[in-house]
Nanobody, 115 residues
């Protein structure tokens, strides 16, 4: 059974930074693509960034240049370093495996960016 546990959310002022972590268990972490998603209030969940097992990354334009996805395969953990945060980055952040079926989800990490 795949389990994902996100952590690191909180309240931050606009322009600030946060780092989210997601610990994964129940599968061979190193070979799987990992991704981060965000669900803003009143909106559908949206893709933010992904990283392959070998470290190749891809970002949505809304976060490119501000967010960095990384992973530590020895710790079964994926990270999202967020900088230059904006109020519109407020939401619940989820990690997941975009190519895994059924796609698993954790409980999410809430991020609130104040103006």
């Amino acid at each position: 059974q795949v389990q994902l546990v996100e952590s690191g959310g909180g309240l931050v002022q606009a322009g600030g930074s946060l780092r989210l972590s997601c610990e994964v268990s129940g599968l061979i972490f190193a070979i799987n693509v990992m991704a981060w998603y965000r669900q803003a209030p009143g909106r559908e969940r949206e893709f933010l960034a992904q990283i392959t097992g070998r470290g190749a990354t891809n970002y949505d334009n809304s976060v490119k240049g501000r967010f960095t996805i990384s992973r530590d395969n020895a710790k079964n953990t994926v990270y999202l370093q967020m900088s230059s945060l904006k109020p519109e980055d407020t939401g619940v952040y989820f990690c997941s495996l975009p190519n895994y079926r059924p796609q698993p989800w954790g409980q999410g990490a809430r991020v609130t960016v104040s103006s």
